[in-house]
């Protein structure tokens, strides 16, 4: 079993910066590979980027290319996105997620991943 625990969200107003976290536990960390989705009201959740096992190979979705980073620290277990120029449409409840799989592209994960974590809520004002 992996615990994943996000950390990060808030209320920022457009153009502004988060940093999302997501502390993991359990399994060895660095056997699975990461990524964050995102989520609003009546949608699918939505892959925003993902991370190999290294950290050496990321994808991130067209939606936030150019503004959002992410990146994963094996020995503390952790990993991030770096979100800036946030825009009111990237307001949503972002999950991170654990997978032993690594997938880069859209459409990735549609059968689902190894664990989530329970979300953070991200809100962005205009």
């Known amino acids: 079993q992996v615990q994943l625990e996000e950390s990060g969200g808030g209320l920022v107003q457009a153009g502004g910066s988060l940093r999302l976290s997501c502390a993991a536990s359990?399994?060895?960390?660095?056997?699975?590979?990461m990524a964050w989705f995102r989520q609003t009201p009546g949608k699918d959740r939505e892959l925003v980027a993902s991370i190999n096992w290294g950290g050496d190979d990321t994808y991130t979705s067209d939606s936030v290319k150019g503004r959002f980073t992410i990146s994963r620290d094996n020995a503390k277990n952790t990993a991030f996105l770096q979100m800036t120029n946030l825009k009111p449409e990237d307001t949503a409840v972002y999950y991170c997620a654990a997978d032993s799989s690594y997938c880069s592209g859209y459409g990735c994960y549609r059968n689902g991943v190894d664990y989530w974590g329970k979300g953070t809520l991200v809100t962005v004002s205009s």
């Open positions: 359990g399994r060895t960390f660095s056997a699975y590979a």
